[in-house]
């Protein structure tokens, strides 16, 4: 194989990084991950994310851990309800009786991050995943890499992969194109102990997820294993919106006061989501890669994940991606049938332009959509159109529409009992 003897240096220890880094050791390459975490427990993991099977769950399969996966995902998490900003539930997937199940083309089981990223790093070799380690530039040296972090450390690499998410600092030695604004803006939450703090929603949510439409604007809730929630708002915005709204997002009171002013035509009740004192909050303006992006591929560096296609996560694809991306680049840099590692990198490259192009374009239209006055109707409609079969959003459920006719009729929604997955 074309890695033998080579040092790789995998730089950014999320779902990429940790994936890429297994399925190498399995193959017997030398690999390091540089991670700026300054250990595994110093950050709280965001949301709970649905694996699918021909990403996600196929890059696991392949790295040996699906029986880990099943000791530590969540049956039911994936379990949606649509509602509007008055907490009506239009769609409801815990009053269905699903038999999908591993293996199933469709099944998407939900993890949470946290022990989703154990589950990566327990199974890579010890000191596999150098820890403090902030890249701050990288420099050719012939045909190998310095790379000079943040802690002062420095070291050598034959072979670099960025997988250092959304704003990598590898990206630029591998391309020049940037990323563009989608002109939305999603504010991320994350709750503790969401049965005391947000009993409510709580038991709106119960043990699943709220995905929740009105006034152009979008909030999902997702329940996690340990009781706290993540939640996320979005909507049409200025570029700079976060900096320039005036919001301390470090002080609650003030982030509750914008929320009861920008969403006051919602129902109160959403209010418990935003009074906790200990929610932490994160504004994530939304850029997307061009969808159309290529770049000539070079002998010793390439990227995966967030890095080499960032989009917004109104698809649930990110983390699938980034598995994937793992997977078929480990499998072209261990294959003999390329000649050196530029041709295999070239390989993995055509494959994750071509599929970034088709989920892309699939996740911008979801981010079209679901920011429009009309969002729940559309959702409502796709369900009953079969395009969850996309992996647009939830995947595989029937689902029953259970509001009354005489409010079908005044959103317009057309006389239907029954949507179809
Ligand atoms: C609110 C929200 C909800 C989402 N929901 C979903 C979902 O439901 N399903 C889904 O599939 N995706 C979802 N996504 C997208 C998903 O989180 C990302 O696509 C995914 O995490 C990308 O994985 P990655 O490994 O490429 O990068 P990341 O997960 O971003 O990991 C990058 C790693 O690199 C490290 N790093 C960064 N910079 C440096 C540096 N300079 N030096 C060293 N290390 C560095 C970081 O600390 C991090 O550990 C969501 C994203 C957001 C923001």
Redesign the pocket.
């Given at each position: 194989m074309n890695i033998q003897h080579k040092n790789i240096a995998i730089?950014?220890?999320?779902?990429?990084?940790l994936t890429l880094a297994r399925l190498l050791q399995l193959k017997g390459a030398n690999v390091k991950v540089?991670?700026?975490?300054v250990n595994a427990a110093v950050r709280v993991q965001?949301?709970a994310?649905?694996l699918h099977a021909e990403s996600g769950l196929a890059a696991l399969t392949k790295a040996g851990l699906m029986d880990e996966f099943k000791t530590h995902y969540r049956p039911g998490a994936e379990l949606v309800r649509v509602t509007d900003s008055q907490l009506a539930v239009y769609a409801d997937q815990h009053a269905e009786i699903t038999n999908e199940k591993f293996g199933d083309k469709n099944y998407r089981p939900e993890i949470d991050r946290g022990p989703l990223r154990e589950i990566l790093l327990n199974s890579l070799l010890p000191g596999t995943v150098v820890w403090d380690?902030?890249?701050v530039s990288i420099e050719q040296i012939q045909d190998t890499w310095r790379l000079v972090f943040k802690n002062g450390n420095t070291i050598m690499a034959d072979l670099v992969i960025g997988?250092?998410?959304?704003?990598s600092?590898i990206r630029p030695f591998v391309t020049g194109i940037k990323p563009y604004w989608t002109g939305i803006t999603?504010l991320?939450g994350s709750l503790k102990d969401g049965a005391k703090t947000a009993p409510v929603i709580h038991q709106l949510l119960k043990g699943g997820k709220i995905f929740a439409y009105g006034n152009q604007k979008t909030l999902i809730v997702s329940s996690k294993g340990d009781g706290s929630f993540g939640f996320?708002v979005s909507f049409k915005s200025d570029e700079f919106w976060a900096k320039e709204s005036g919001v301390n997002f470090n002080d609650n009171q003030q982030v509750l006061a914008w929320f009861k002013k920008e969403f006051a035509e919602w129902n109160p009740a959403w209010w418990e989501l935003f009074e906790s004192a200990d929610t932490l909050f994160i504004p994530?303006p939304q850029y997307c890669m061009p969808l159309d992006q290529k770049w000539d591929a070079k002998p010793n560096i390439t990227l995966?994940?967030?890095?080499a296609h960032w989009m917004p996560?109104f698809a649930?694809?990110?983390?699938?991606m980034?598995m994937l991306d793992a997977l078929q680049l480990s499998e072209a840099l261990t294959d003999a049938k390329f000649s050196d590692t530029r041709q295999a990198i070239a390989h993995y490259e055509k494959q994750m332009f071509a599929r970034f192009g088709r989920i892309g374009q699939a996740t911008l239209f979801n981010t079209e959509w679901m920011h429009q006055p009309d969002a729940l109707k559309q959702m409502l409609a796709m369900f009953g159109k079969n395009k969850l079969k996309q992996g647009l959003f939830i995947g595989n459920y029937l689902v029953k529409v259970m509001v009354m006719p005489a409010i079908r009729k005044a959103i317009g929604l057309p006389p239907v009992q029954k949507i179809l997955r």
């Open positions: 730089i950014g220890g999320g779902p990429g990084g540089y991670e700026r975490d965001g949301g994310l649905d380690s902030h890249i997988a250092d998410g959304a704003n600092k999603m991320e996320a994530r995966l994940g967030d890095a996560p649930g694809e990110g983390v699938n980034a």
